[in-house]
């Protein structure tokens, strides 16, 4: 594979990847506040990043990638909707980190390595927020701890914007207790009524910005290979936790910044405040398949903005049906195969993902084309090849519903290879968990659920599974 270049959002330039540590690559990407269900725009970074670790793990190896996706579960609209029914905060969080995760994997969206929560790193958010105190670049006063945004040179270097433009971009509070309207807040009172923990600044909550810092530091490093999120977060999130990792640090935050581009409803940009928003729930309700609303948000370049609507979720079917139809009339069977260098290629091209279906509808007329068994086996495994690291599943080691037969027990028996699908990933998930890999056993068993099929783990160890 030719080497690996992405567009860093620092740089603004395709960058040759380059990780810190090749056996130790690591990645953080921004995850949801769990206060409500995912709608189709947050998925964007979700999958985006996900054919990324694929791609990651693909190149160095599945173990060497150390790949971080967070759940902010303390936040002000968290807790307007526990208030709202009378629950405390963790019954809001526990339904929508569940939520997120079973919408994710119908996606076909892989656990990360980390799934780190903002509650259960506090501890890290206040010994950050003394750092920066004692080095000069926050200060506290009236019971907040507010980030002195004088203290550094380089803000605003990832955003790029002026200063006055940052001030009103971010909508910060007007306080008389800061010393530049920019300041943001690191540590924040709580009232009586509301989650607070104790701190040097009185009992409070963290602010937003510094949740992430201390989660990576706590599971990546001090400066991790790869940040990634949705193009909003580039101001005021992610400027602010590249100024605050800094000075806390003496180090960049970050080596590779990465942000994807907005999804927008029939040509109007996709906003709850708009009432424009789909969930992800709701369009799998309406019938549509995971792999389609995959396949559809990967149609575009990630830094592109992609407009949502019926003729983009009609076209994703169309070409996701003419790849499993190519699959499921051949006779050819499946041999080792790689994926083709020219899908490496357009992968390491900053995820050039429409190449990549390109080249895949190459390959699959390769298929309907071939003039001998041999030249059909190998465009059928490359297919299904290309699908594993796009994380089309139902286009790898599976021919859907040909009948094969087995012999047990001395009689003949007609099972339906879609079931030795299942099975294999049955296998998969035991070998992963006895490896004590939770996450991939734990992703194996979501996808299963996504497709109706539901596993039940029995006291002596093994597995069975059943049809919802």
């Not at 609507?309 to 190519?326: I, P, S, V, Y």
């Not at 068994?373 to 859907?400: C, P, Q, Y």
Request: charged share 25%.
């Amino acid at each position: 594979m030719t080497e690996l270049r992405l567009y860093n959002t620092l740089t603004r330039r395709k960058d040759v990847f380059t990780p810190a540590d090749p056996n130790r690559v690591t990645m953080y990407v921004c995850g949801p506040t769990v206060y409500n269900r995912a709608h189709i725009g947050n998925a964007r970074p979700a999958v985006v990043f996900d054919v990324l670790f694929r791609l990651l793990r693909h190149t160095y190896g599945e173990n060497a990638v150390h790949y971080a996706r967070n759940f902010t579960d303390i936040d002000d609209k968290i807790m307007a909707a526990a208030q709202a029914e009378g629950v405390p905060i963790e019954t809001i969080t526990k339904r929508y980190e569940d939520f997120y995760r079973a919408d994710m994997g119908a996606l076909g969206v892989l656990r990360p390595t980390y799934e780190p929560r903002a509650t259960e790193h506090v501890e890290q958010m206040i010994a950050m927020i003394a750092a920066l105190i004692e080095k000069g670049a926050a200060y506290a006063v009236e019971g907040h701890a507010l980030f002195d945004i004088s203290a550094d040179a380089d803000y605003g270097t990832l955003s790029r914007r002026p200063m006055d433009e940052m001030i009103a971009g971010a909508r910060v509070e007007v306080a008389p207790y800061k010393k530049n309207p920019g300041d943001f807040v690191l540590w924040k009172p709580s009232a009586a009524d509301q989650p607070g923990w104790e701190s040097p600044w009185g009992r409070g909550r963290p602010g937003w910005h510094i949740e992430c810092s201390a989660m990576i530091e706590a599971h990546l490093g001090t400066t991790i290979d790869i940040h990634g999120g949705g193009l909003d977060l580039q101001f005021p999130h992610h400027e602010n936790e590249c100024v605050q990792s800094r000075c806390a640090h003496g180090a960049p935050l970050a080596s590779v910044w990465m942000h994807n581009g907005f999804l927008s409803m029939d040509k109007e940009k996709m906003s709850k405040s708009l009432g424009n928003v789909v969930t992800v729930g709701e369009l799998l309700e309406q019938g549509h398949k995971g792999e389609t609303l995959r396949l559809a948000l990967l149609m575009a370049h990630y830094r592109q903005p992609l407009d949502w609507n019926e003729r983009l979720l009609e076209q994703a079917k169309a070409m996701l049906d003419g790849f499993r139809n190519a699959i499921r009339s051949s006779d050819a069977p499946y041999v080792e195969a790689e994926v083709p260098a020219a899908v490496l290629d357009a992968l390491a091209d900053d995820l050039n993902t429409p190449a990549v279906l390109a080249e895949m509808q190459k390959v699959r007329k390769r298929l309907t084309t071939a003039g001998s068994e041999t030249e059909a086996s190998k465009a059928r495994s490359e297919l299904e090849e290309i699908g594993k690291l796009l994380g089309l599943s139902s286009l790898h080691n599976t021919i859907f519903l040909k009948p094969a037969t087995l012999r047990l027990q001395g009689q003949n028996i007609e099972v339906l290879v879609s079931d030795q699908r299942i099975f294999r990933y049955v296998a998969d998930r035991t070998a992963a968990k006895a490896a004590k890999n939770w996450a991939e056993a734990d992703r194996i068993r979501d996808q299963l659920k996504a497709e109706g099929i539901l596993l039940e783990d029995k006291p002596d160890g093994t597995t069975v599974w059943r049809r919802a």
